[in-house]
């Protein structure tokens, strides 16, 4: 699972949850002041009271709030958002004590706790509503009064059991979160082999180059656009000299390790519009889309003398050449006549002493000569 989403979601969740207190916060002004117009007590005592007191109360309850959550991280956010809420109800209860269901408020924490899907979060809430109740009854003098003790008994197995249900949530939740992990996860490694037996059925073990079967997808899809849309469309065959020799003289082993460095020095020359493919062999090829024929002809001739200048290990230090057939797409060519012209050139290049690249066109005209 992505941690960093989850602390970002973390805090969006928070501060949604803070804009909420804000919300109650005006909420409660408004009502008041509806209360206003219609109280029989006196605005010079109602003001004060219900008013002016809670509003600076409530203030500093959400001040301190944001500032623990721009400096806080993590699970202290949670923490402090329960605390707020706990206070935010104590306040609204207090001032309001003749008001004997507000005192539903108190379970608030609880309420929100629920969000955070932690058994812990959940005792913190009900240990916060608990404590307000029992500070409730304590410190003011009218709900002392008017409630008794079987009374706070009652409030405080109701307000326990309510807390049980929210359990109750929090469990379901946290048992769906669990299986969208699970399902999350699996998903994602089905995901990984998916790309892994494409990414085997599509390139060569050896080289990791596109294998033959590809390099003929790819090379279709190429010539349709070239030939709806006349893009640049080049084809090098390159074909290194004499490896049958050099698997007969140094073996197998030998033969593997220059089929991949001469893979890689190929790979080194392109860019990420180029092609790259082990045709068969000890034969590759190499489309290029976004080129001249001038710089795609440059980067095959560099391709050649790279691979010309560098020694094999396996080889004893000696080095390989290559012979390259090249050739650039003519509309209404097709595949199978451009193809062939360019393995012409290569057999060209191949048959007239090897290490060097002849160019497709110029072999076909020395043929009709």
Do not use: C
């Not at 405080?156 to 996860?185: D, H, P, Q």
């Amino acid at each position: 699972m992505d941690y960093e989403s989850l602390d970002y979601n973390r805090y969006r969740w928070n501060r949604m949850l803070l804009t909420g207190f804000w919300a109650i916060l005006i909420i409660s002004l408004f009502l008041e002041g509806l209360y206003l117009t219609i109280t029989e007590m006196p605005a010079g005592s109602f003001i004060p009271k219900f008013i002016v007191k809670p509003t600076i109360l409530q203030l500093t309850a959400l001040l301190f709030a944001e500032t623990a959550l721009k400096v806080l991280k993590g699970k202290y956010q949670d923490y402090i958002l329960i605390l707020t809420s706990a206070l935010l109800a104590y306040i609204l209860v207090y001032i309001h004590d003749s008001v004997n269901f507000l005192l539903l408020a108190l379970f608030m924490p609880v309420i929100v706790s629920i969000f955070y899907f932690q058994p812990r979060k959940l005792v913190f809430a009900l240990g916060n509503t608990l404590l307000s109740v029992y500070v409730m009854y304590l410190a003011n003098e009218f709900m002392h009064r008017e409630i008794s003790l079987v009374g706070l008994t009652t409030i405080t197995v109701m307000f326990s059991a309510f807390s049980l249900v929210a359990w109750g949530i929090i469990m379901r939740g946290r048992e769906l979160m669990s299986n969208l992990k699970s399902y999350y996860e699996s998903n994602q490694q089905l995901l990984v082999k998916t790309i892994w037996m494409d990414k085997m059925v599509k390139t060569d073990a050896l080289t990791d180059l596109y294998n033959h079967m590809t390099f003929h997808e790819y090379f279709e899809k190429l010539i349709e656009q070239h030939e709806q849309h006349n893009l640049p469309l080049q084809l090098a065959l390159i074909d290194i000299d004499n490896f049958k020799q050099i698997n007969d003289t140094y073996g197998h082993r030998a033969g593997d390790s220059v089929l991949r460095e001469v893979a890689e020095m190929i790979r080194s020359k392109a860019n990420s519009n180029d092609f790259v493919a082990r045709y068969g062999g000890e034969e590759f090829a190499m489309l290029f889309t976004d080129k001249s024929k001038a710089d795609a002809l440059s980067v095959v001739e560099q391709i050649r003398q790279k691979i010309s200048e560098k020694p094999h290990d396996a080889l004893g230090g000696k080095p390989v050449t290559v012979s390259i057939g090249f050739g650039e797409y003519t509309l209404g060519d097709g595949k199978e006549r451009f193809f062939t012209q360019v393995d012409t050139a290569l057999y060209k290049a191949k048959s007239s002493g090897k290490n060097k690249t002849v160019v497709a066109i110029e072999s076909l005209e020395s043929q009709l000569a």
